[in-house]
């Protein structure tokens, strides 16, 4: 079965047993996109990623801090993050994350990805995910309100689409760089090779 056949489903099921509901943050705050760098950033990296992908974890941890140190914090490369997920665990953690303030999102995926072991393949996902939130100050209430977000599940559904039909997205870790797409967690050099290709692109210097 195919990995879209699999999340639409999830998709799905979701939306069946959690009813629509406000979500803990203002839906204009938790359908935001999330991005680090400089809004002016020469080059755009989007990153497509489950929080429950061990290659995501791999790249979280090894080469997005080398991307972000030479190429992030100087203003060269600006990096969006778009929800894909995999697995029934990794739509709720992806819901949760976006429930949190805007502030704590990307510390709060990093400690998805950081504990990803324990929850992903936990007995109760739902209780460990639930755990994870309260590093943002989510209450089980907060989660569960957060689960029960028509507008959060459908914002995360429509990155999905939105990824599959424009650059054939169909695995994670994805990335599109300047609107060509690189799969699967590559080392830093990989990246360090396509960025400068871009920024050269770009400056029109070689």
């Keep these: 079965m195919s990995p879209r056949i699999v999340v639409f489903g999830l998709f799905a099921l979701l939306a069946g047993v ?17 991005a680090l760098g400089q809004a002016d950033a020469p080059v755009t990296i989007i990153e497509y990623a489950s929080l429950g992908c061990s290659h995501c974890a791999d790249f979280h941890r090894q080469t997005r801090p080398k991307i972000k140190a030479a190429y992030i914090d100087t203003g060269k490369v600006r990096l969006v993050f778009v929800d894909f997920p995999l697995g029934a665990p990794a739509v709720a953690a992806a819901m949760v994350a ?34 994870i939130g309260r590093f943002a100050g989510l209450s089980d209430k907060d989660v569960d309100a957060c689960l029960q977000s028509e507008p959060v599940l459908t914002h995360i559904r429509t990155g999905v689409e939105n990824a599959t039909r424009r650059f054939g997205v169909d695995s994670t870790p994805s990335f599109v760089i300047e609107g060509t797409l690189m799969k699967g967690a590559q080392p830093f050099e990989a990246f360090r090779d ?3 290709a871009a920024l050269a692109k770009k400056t029109g210097k070689k």
């Design 98 to 131: 976006r429930c949190a303030p805007k502030s704590a999102y990307f510390g709060l995926i990093d400690v998805f990805f950081r504990d990803q072991e324990r929850w992903a393949a936990s007995r109760d996902p739902m209780k460990e995910i639930a755990n």
């Design 194 to 196: 396509a960025i400068e």
């Design 18 to 34: 959690f009813p629509a509901r406000a979500a803990v943050a203002p839906i204009e705050d938790a359908t935001a996109e999330r």
